[in-house]
């Protein structure tokens, strides 16, 4: 059992900047930021403003946004200091990989597949449905009458035209990332023209009167809740957050480039910064505008514009901005298709995937078979599954990536860089380094085990508030008293164990991107992304179990053996036998 957890906890060597990678470093920081934004600016601007506005929030649907953006703008520095640190491809994997250990790298990289191929498929069936509906779904209706499906966790049909979408972007990547992102900067330009014709056109309409709706005033057919800037409460506003939370998803997919960029360890960083704060000003501004112009009882949950513009007559304005909404789907595909082979490409290069997928085309200088076999394995997705079922298990592997990639910050800043041993230490000695009694200036063996013991504690905490705040809301009063004590207990040790990890002296190195106010924003960043896991229903996450035994699997039957760490940490008490078969040493062959 020793070797076994030696094995899958071995770490990366943070001694390569990316200067022999075999993939082209051709990607400005325009490119960059245009990835960012072309993949995520897409589906919050033009859906889920209206719907969130409908269905949970009101006009507060911008105050949801303002709170989805900050918990996405947390995560978004804790990526950019990564990147400053490891200008590699792979993103959260590879910086898993070298502060956490092997075993937690490959469970990251295998969510931020599910992530990638999820976010292809979805963006695909979105992009065919959206098309659909401005041709009265003839598509939908020819294809069920050819091939309809009666099975309950597949589609109503085969849409061979969202596969067929997914193919073409898989050519385009294949064929070059230079030219692949050129096309993706026209799109997003597109893009980001036609919200500035939304939010220039409708801003005329826009009456600040329906941001105050008086509760006589709204219909008596419909459910307006209470009226006013929040009808629906507090509560209303933080399910729109969560709702809003996926308007942000795939800025991640800058952070997968850091082989291919110009100056990673600077223009990513700058890159992610960037992007977040287009894509914040883009949804802030079409949130307000929709909910001025039009009461947000009145609002559209599928297609807000069309019916905005239907409402105010507007028949040419709402071409362009469907245009647009097509333009935008179009890079979100990109964007989402684009970080996939590159992580298939990191993992096979450590040798825990199969090592076939590491192969890069001499030519075009792109990971051409994990390029080929990722779009084929979405565009499958994107065949048989509708969008609903494929947008279910979309948050639950970003946020684990997300919550992984706070803690690694946090494991990074406060590592040891001197040879101080802890082996021999006393009680009092361990006790007063809790508070730094002992005076530390530099991190050493005691400080940075102390980081990661409190580390461990704080996310079983947060687990506990979590389950209490989310499940557990009914009993949060007077009439429950040891429910509240015990939820002021976990509060009481999450606050102690911030000032615990506060006190212990931090790693002072330079970087060219650092994260502000540690470890405050990593703490919640953490205590952020797995609130809003919680808020995932059953069904996601036994999917989820089961992406991950598959995915465990494979690791255990191939990747332990295969890794390239695996030779440099063999010794006299670990063989090859046991390296082919590590489940022999805990016995579990016998049993």
């Known amino acids: 059992m020793e070797t076994l957890c030696k094995a899958i906890s071995r770490k990366k060597p943070n001694d390569d900047d990316g200067s022999h990678s ?44 303002v709170i989805a953006a900050l918990a996405a703008a947390i995560a978004g520095l804790c990526y950019a200091e990564f990147a400053a640190r490891v200008p590699k491809a792979g993103s959260a994997y590879i910086y898993t990989y070298i502060t956490i250990g092997e075993f937690a790298a490959f469970t990251i990289g295998w969510n931020l597949m599910l992530e990638y191929i999820i976010g292809t498929a979805s963006v695909a069936r979105g992009l065919s449905g959206y098309i659909d509906a401005l041709i009265d779904y003839r598509i939908a209706g020819a294809m069920r009458n050819i091939m309809e499906i009666r099975i309950s966790f597949l589609g109503s049909y ?62 008596s057919d419909i459910n307006g809740g209470a009226g006013g800037f929040l009808p629906y409460g507090i509560a209303g506003v933080m399910a729109g957050a969560a709702k809003c939370f996926y ?58 514009f069309p019916n905005l513009f239907d409402w105010l007559g507007w028949q040419e304005i709402k071409w362009i901005v469907s245009i647009g909404a097509i333009f935008s789907l179009c890079t979100n595909s990109l964007g989402a298709m684009f970080p996939l082979p590159r992580v298939l490409y990191a993992m096979s290069s450590d040798g825990i995937m199969f090592k076939g997928l590491r192969q890069v085309n001499p030519k075009t200088k792109t990971p051409i078979l994990a390029t080929i076999i990722s779009g084929l394995v979405a565009g499958t997705m994107a ?28 494991v990074l800043r406060y590592d040891k860089i001197d040879n101080f041993q802890t082996a021999n230490q006393e009680k009092s000695m361990i006790m007063k380094q809790l508070f730094n009694l002992n005076i530390a200036k530099k991190p050493n063996s005691l400080t940075s085990k102390i980081v990661k013991v409190c580390l461990l504690v704080y996310a079983i905490a947060i687990c506990g508030v979590c389950v209490l705040l989310v499940h557990g809301q009914d009993y949060l009063s007077a009439q429950y008293p040891l429910v509240l004590i015990i939820l002021i207990a ?10 615990v990890i506060a006190c212990q002296p931090i790693d002072e190195a330079k970087l060219t991107f650092q994260v502000p106010c540690v470890p405050f924003v990593p703490m919640l960043s953490m205590f952020v992304n797995i609130y809003l896991m919680f808020q995932l229903d ?54």
């Open 22 to 65: 075999k993939l082209a470093r051709v990607l400005t920081l325009l490119d960059l930021t245009g990835l960012g934004v072309g993949s995520t600016l897409g589906l919050g601007a033009y859906v889920l403003a209206g719907s969130v506005a409908y269905e949970q929030a009101g006009p507060g649907v911008v105050v949801s946004f």
């Open 538 to 591: 059953a069904a996601t996450w036994i999917s989820f179990s089961v992406w991950l035994l598959i995915g465990f699997l494979i690791y255990f039957s191939y990747g332990i053996r295969h890794s390239t760490l695996a030779s440099r940490s063999r010794s006299p008490t670990f063989s090859e036998s046991q390296l082919q078969n590590p489940f022999a040493v805990s016995g579990i062959e016998k049993v």
């Open 383 to 410: 065949l048989l599954f509708d969008l609903q079922q494929l947008i279910d298990m979309m948050s639950i592997g970003t946020l684990l990536a997300y919550t992984i990639v706070a803690v690694s910050v946090m």
């Open 490 to 499: 976990l509060v009481t040790t999450m606050l102690i164990l911030y000032l």
């Open 247 to 304: 308007g942000y998803v795939g800025f991640d997919c800058i952070a997968t480039t850091g082989e291919e960029a110009r100056n990673p360890s600077k223009n990513i960083p700058l890159a992610i910064i960037f992007s977040l704060l287009i894509i914040f000003l883009s949804y802030f501004g079409v949130a307000t505008v929709l909910t001025m112009a039009l009461p947000y009882y009145l609002q559209d949950p599928i297609a807000p």
């Open 158 to 219: 085969p849409d061979v035209f969202s596969f067929l979408v997914v193919l073409t972007v898989t050519a385009l990547l294949a064929y070059g990332v230079k030219e692949s992102t050129i096309l993706n900067n026209v799109f997003t330009g597109v893009n980001l023209l036609v919200i500035a014709v939304v939010l220039i056109s409708v801003g005329t309409k826009a009456d600040p009167g329906n941001w105050n709706i008086k509760p006589e005033d709204i219909p």
